[in-house]
């Protein structure tokens, strides 16, 4: 039976992680950065400018077009 740390290395191996620098590009080309860092975490590290800041425990909820409690950017499979 697979462990919980196999299962997250399994699923961060089909991740595609972005340097800074490919995620600011993106934004410029119109892509949403959603920051799901916590409070805390982002006093520590600092804000991202232009990010979307919503709380990992709602991801979905916010993400899902379905959703009564969607963000406005979340209006299809492509979010």
């Known amino acids: 039976m697979a462990t919980i740390d196999d299962m ?3 699923a961060r191996r089909n991740l595609v992680r ?10 410029l080309g119109g892509a949403v950065l959603v920051d ?5 975490q982002r006093r520590r590290g600092g804000e991202v400018p232009n990010a979307l800041v919503i709380d ?3 991801l979905e909820w ?3 077009p379905t959703s009564p409690d ?4 979340a209006t299809g499979d492509a979010v």
Do not use: C, K, M, S
């Open 62 to 64: 916010r993400l899902d």
């Open 56 to 58: 990992r425990n709602v």
């Open 36 to 40: 799901t860092r916590t409070l805390d």
């Open 18 to 27: 972005l340097t800074p620098e490919h995620a600011f590009v993106e934004q």
């Open 70 to 73: 969607r963000i406005p950017q």
């Open 8 to 10: 997250l290395e399994a």
